[in-house]
Each structure stands twice: as C-alpha cells, then as structure tokens.
C-alpha cells in the first residue's frame, strides 16, 4: 500500500512507465506528510447553495436559463477544445476566459477585493500556495457539495472547498530506446553511485531537491546534494523540459526534473522519453475556485464540476495533464509530496536558491 503523504486521501493514478505508444492522451510544487491548509472559510450569501445540494446537471441546467455566463481566469496552454467540448454540452453558458499566470490572477483577485470592488472571475485557477492569501481572506466559495456534483472526494481541498484540475508528479525520465527502467535507481538515494557519474541532468534551479527537503529536512537534503554532486557529476541544464529534451537526444541517461505531464507532451510530438517514479514523489496541484461573490456561481460550479468528472478526459488530451492523486505504479511505501501552503512554498524556494549553488558550484 502506498503511504498517505497527505492528510488525507489518495486514489489511483498514471502508470509508472509512460511509453511513446500509451500516449493518446495527451504549467510552480513537494516531502510532505500532512496537508496543512487555513482554517474552512466561510464565503459569502450564495445564489447556488440550494441547487449545488442537486447533481451537475441540475446546477448545470439553473446555470443555463439563470446566468448564461461564466468568468474564468485560468492558465491553460490550450483552452479552445475544453470551451468547445463544454459548449457542446451546455451551449446557453459563455465562457468569457482570461489568460493569467495563476499568480497573476491570485493578485488581481485580492486587489480587487481590497478596493472593496466586485471581484471580476467567477472561477479563478492556482495551485493552494498561491491561492492561500485568497482562501484566508473568505473570498473562496465555501458551501459547494462536490461530491453530490459527482466529484471524486480526493479531487477537493480540504479546507478551500476547491475542485482540483491537475496533479503533475515527478520522477526519473529518460530514454526507454536507450535504458530499461528496471536498470534506473528506485529510490532517490540510489542516484548516488559512480556508476551513474556524468551521466545525470539536473535543474540547476534545486528542482527536485528542493521539495524534497519537505521530507529530509533542510541539513539532510543539503548534506545529500553534496554527496550527489561529489560522486556523479551531474550535467547542468536549465528547465524541466530542457532537460527531457537533452535525455531523449543522448546527453544523459536520465534527468532528476522530470514530470508526467511535460513527459507526455513530449511523447505526442515524437520525443522517446518515459518516467519512473521513486520512493518520493513531488507533485504539482492546480484547483478551481469560485469565488464567494461570483456574479455566476451557478456557471462556475457547473464548469468546475464538468471538468473534474465528464470534461477530465477533454482536458487531459488538450493539455497533458492527469488528475490522478498517485501514480499506480507508484513503488511500496511511497510517499506523495505536496506544497500546500505560504510556509512550505517559502522554504522550498529558499533551499533551492542553496541547491543550485551546490550544483553549479557558484
């Protein structure tokens, strides 16, 4: 069984081995054993509280002859097949989308709601560390019953009442034309050997490492990274994707910053890259969250409702990202890890900037 990192719950996920012909489907993340998020917000009056207790197709439906219009800031790559395939379903809700980093969109939502304006987006997208100073302020939608919307349980955050859109987790990846993965190290420390010397990429950014310090503990990952740089030599390259690239074209056996969805995105081009995952996984979360105020409420509890559960397999082929909690291959005893707050956020970013020292020896 896989050890729960999260103090809550965990489903079934990608496979351990993500290879070039399993890819018809199909952008910051973190040891963690507890999820620990502020105290459950209590928003604001809600047009939806009775029609949420329905199922989607009923808020859906209230949405369609009430609203008609739905707000969205997000950060999708690719949004226009997602709008198309909901539209299709639910052609009476307008999706007015505007494009901003989630960080982005965090600011602007709480600026707004420091002048004492209305807040524009009905449904905002981010990840939990970013979207905390949001939560914090009760601006998020509090009374929303997912689960009754036919969302998976694991799927919402705790204490948010946010609907989860993506998970992305991080692994080994590398070049299943060139390296047999039972031949990859199954646990982080075994990337530690000579044998592996000059060849292994990494971030020179401390990504992994960095979120791995959630688990080890700052004094330990430093200690490990040391070790690590000392005994392989890695090869610097700067950017996930850069780094996946570089395996695929011979210049590593494997590289430490690897993730499923960037990984799969690479495959549908042509690229022969796969992912293992180790005994550690680092993961990156990304939730919709209806704002308290929204002028729809209805809309947006329909789109993130639909997304989560009939439109999940529509935006997973349009943006190469799953919304599974663990990896099913994921090896016994693994731990999931997640940044879920400001304090842990806070301190992955300040032992990065150590790490990366240490890799390049700056």
């Not at 030599?233 to 850069?242: Q, S």
Request: proline share 7%; net charge negative; hydrophobic share 40%.
């Amino acid at each position: 069984m896989v050890t729960q990192a999260l103090a809550r719950r965990w489903g079934a996920a990608l496979p351990l081995v993500l290879v070039l012909a399993a890819c018809s489907a199909g952008t910051s993340a973190t040891p963690s054993a507890t999820q620990s998020l502020a105290p459950p917000a209590s928003g604001g009056p809600s047009a939806s509280a009775s029609v949420a207790a329905g199922d989607l197709a009923s808020v859906c439906q209230e949405a369609s002859d009430k609203e008609g219009q739905l707000v969205y800031w997000n950060n999708l790559a690719n949004p226009d097949p997602i709008f198309k395939a909901f539209n299709e379903a639910y052609p009476n809700i307008k999706i007015e989308s505007l494009t901003l980093r989630p960080d982005d969109n965090a600011q602007r939502v709480l600026t707004e709601a420091a002048a004492g304006k209305q807040i524009t987006p009905d449904l905002i997208y981010a990840g939990l560390d970013v979207l905390q100073p949001v939560i914090s302020r009760k601006l998020i939608k509090s009374d929303i019953d997912w689960q009754a919307l036919g969302v998976a349980e694991d799927l919402t955050a705790e204490a948010s009442d946010m609907v989860r859109l993506y998970r992305t987790a991080g692994g080994l990846v590398y070049n299943p034309q060139v390296t047999k993965p039972e031949d990859l190290p199954n646990t982080w420390d075994e990337i530690i050997d000579p044998k592996w010397e000059g060849k292994v990429i990494v971030d020179p950014r401390g990504r992994p490492f960095d979120q791995l310090s959630l688990e080890w503990g700052e004094q330990q990952t430093l200690d490990w990274v040391t070790r690590f740089v000392k005994t392989d030599k890695p090869i610097v390259v700067e950017g996930g994707t850069a780094g996946m690239v570089a395996v695929a074209g011979g210049q590593g056996a494997f590289t430490t910053g690897g993730r499923d969805a960037e990984t799969l995105e690479q495959q549908a081009k042509g690229t022969p890259l796969a992912i293992k995952f180790l005994d550690l996984i680092p993961t990156l979360d990304t939730y919709n969250a209806v704002i308290a105020t929204a002028r729809h409420p209805l809309s947006a509890e329909c789109f993130a409702g639909w997304i989560a559960t009939d439109g999940a397999a529509v935006h997973q082929k349009a943006e190469f990202k799953t919304n599974e909690t663990i990896p099913p291959s994921a090896p016994q005893g693994a731990k999931v890890i997640v940044v879920d707050s400001p304090e842990k956020a806070a301190a992955v970013s300040e032992i990065g900037k150590k790490i990366g020292a240490i890799e390049t020896g700056t």
